[in-house]
Every structure is written in structure tokens, then in C-alpha cells.
């Protein structure tokens, strides 16, 4: 994988996170710390289209129908023990 060499510009309380992170041993450097945020957005980005696909595909789904959870409870004890 190539790598490209960015700049980029901190308020002094971004940066001073950025070094603390640093001196806790999270991270060897400044580049492996914002790599690993952009991860995690990335994840957590992928996590919400997830889970709005999920939330279309329910309201696709049709109608909601009543539920009956001792109707429930009780096919799970039937079927599980």
C-alpha cells in the first residue's frame, strides 16, 4: 500500500491530545495516531451505513403486526427447554 505525505494543521489542545497519547504509549508517533483515527471513523461510518440499511429494509419489510411475548416466552421454552 502507498503511502501519501499530508500536512495538516492542529489547534493547541488537538496537538497537546495528540502528544499525550504519544507519552501514554498508545501510539510510537503523530502519523500512527491520525491513521488510527481515521480508522475508526471509518469503522464507526461503515457501523451507521450498516445499521440505516437495516433500519430501510425494516420499513420496507411492511407492516408491523402486534406482538404476543407470552406467545413468544412460550414457543422459546417449547423449542429450547
Request: aromatic share 4%; with cysteine.
Amino acid at each position: 500500500m502507498s503511502t501519501v505525505r499530508k500536512t495538516i494543521t492542529l489547534t493547541d489542545q488537538q496537538d497537546n491530545w495528540v502528544k499525550a497519547q504519544i507519552d501514554a504509549g498508545h501510539y510510537s508517533n503523530d502519523s500512527d495516531c491520525i491513521r488510527d483515527l481515521i480508522r475508526r471513523e471509518q469503522e464507526r461510518s461503515a457501523e451507521i451505513e450498516a445499521l440505516r440499511a437495516a433500519l430501510d429494509e425494516g420499513e420496507a419489510s411492511g407492516e408491523p403486526r402486534p406482538f404476543n411475548l407470552a406467545a413468544f416466552k412460550h414457543r422459546m421454552l417449547a423449542a429450547h427447554g
